[in-house]
């Protein structure tokens, strides 16, 4: 198999005819040993329904039903596994990412790059959106010590050389992207136009994009734990900086009355400074616990078109 393109779906029922013919016309002009395969993860509408419509006319697409909801990295992941492509693509349903684009990839990929990132020119997303990304991208930078590229998301081509090492990875909290650009191995971008979404709207709501930055960061990072480390040296020597003060106004005659407002204030802030701290520290024992029960990170409970023993190797 020279090419596999892997799309997770969720609220996709009414994109995916048009994303698979779309598919079909750009990469069939460049090699006819090729799959599609559609990941639906547990979506709420007829996804699965209108998957198997076209696994049944269609056998260069395979469709894999996940049990559960478990989100879009695990829904990649499921698919990854199943490719056979030398080189897989991965590409949103929502067609905001254009199949269009996918042979400059794939060329590029053949030239001997192992990963060929989309680089997106110009966002056709909302403004909050675009926002809520530059904040979560300058956020992640800073606790992580890694320099991303907003302009770059899941859509790329990957060889199978790093397909099968992100696969072999057994991490229970997982980000794609950040992923696959810790692995290393030789890695280029391809500039490309991006587009409006074809159907609906995003399903990352504020909580879904707080619980992402959060896994990102925490999955990739401990640099939030050095920091807190260095928050309560901090106000640790501000607390002695002032025990020395109040010992030499004492002396002085310096001290006045103190104030309820100030004492109330002082306890607030210290208290909620160990809260914020207990909870940095809760989050990574929460991944620890997740990572320890050993659970598999998705789970299939329907496959079309799909040998049993056709998962990577």
């Known amino acids: 198999m020279d090419l596999s393109v892997v799309s997770p779906v969720y609220r996709g029922e009414k994109m995916l005819s048009?994303?698979?013919?779309?598919?079909?016309?750009?990469?069939?002009?460049?090699?006819?040993n090729y799959e599609i395969v559609l990941v639906n993860d547990s979506s709420p509408d007829n996804s699965w329904e209108r998957i198997s419509e076209i696994c049944a006319v269609d056998k260069k697409v395979k469709g894999i039903n996940l049990s559960h909801n478990f989100g879009q990295p695990y829904a990649i992941t499921a698919g990854l596994t199943y490719a056979k492509g030398d080189y897989v693509a991965v590409i949103d349903c929502d067609l905001q990412n254009k199949p269009e684009d996918l042979p400059a990839m794939y060329q590029k990929a053949l030239e001997g790059y192992d990963v060929v990132s989309a680089r997106r020119v110009v966002r056709e997303d909302t403004f909050m959106k675009r926002m809520s990304s530059a904040i979560?991208?300058?956020?992640?930078?800073?606790?992580?010590?890694?320099?991303?590229?907003?302009?770059?998301?899941?859509?790329?081509i990957y060889s199978k050389?790093?397909?099968?090492?992100y696969c072999s990875i057994p991490e229970y909290s997982r980000s794609f992207v950040e992923l696959i650009h810790t692995l290393g191995f030789k890695?280029?971008?391809v500039d490309v136009l991006h587009d409006h979404r074809l159907e609906g709207k995003s399903s990352y709501n504020l909580?879904?994009?707080?619980?992402?930055?959060?896994?990102?960061?925490?999955?990739?990072?401990?640099?939030?734990?050095?920091?807190?480390?260095?928050?309560?040296?901090?106000?640790?020597?501000?607390?002695?900086?002032?025990?020395?003060?109040?010992?030499?106004?004492?002396?002085?005659?310096?001290?006045?009355?103190?104030?309820?407002?100030s004492t109330i204030f002082s306890i607030w802030f210290v208290g909620g400074l160990l809260l914020l701290m207990m909870g940095v520290l809760g989050l990574y024992i929460g991944k620890i616990f997740d990572q320890v029960k050993g659970r598999p990170v998705f789970i299939v409970s329907d496959t079309l078109n799909i040998n049993p023993n056709d998962t990577i190797q």
């Open 207 to 261: 909580y879904r994009l707080l619980k992402l930055s959060y896994n990102s960061i925490i999955s990739n990072s401990n640099r939030p734990l050095h920091l807190a480390v260095a928050l309560g040296l901090i106000m640790s020597l501000l607390s002695f900086l002032m025990a020395i003060y109040n010992i030499f106004a004492k002396f002085w005659g310096l001290n006045e009355v103190a104030g309820y407002t």
């Open 187 to 189: 890695k280029t971008t």
């Open 136 to 156: 979560f991208h300058v956020v992640y930078d800073f606790l992580s010590g890694f320099d991303t590229d907003r302009a770059v998301a899941e859509f790329g």
């Open 18 to 32: 048009e994303l698979v013919e779309r598919i079909h016309k750009a990469i069939s002009p460049l090699t006819d």
């Open 161 to 165: 050389k790093i397909v099968k090492v």
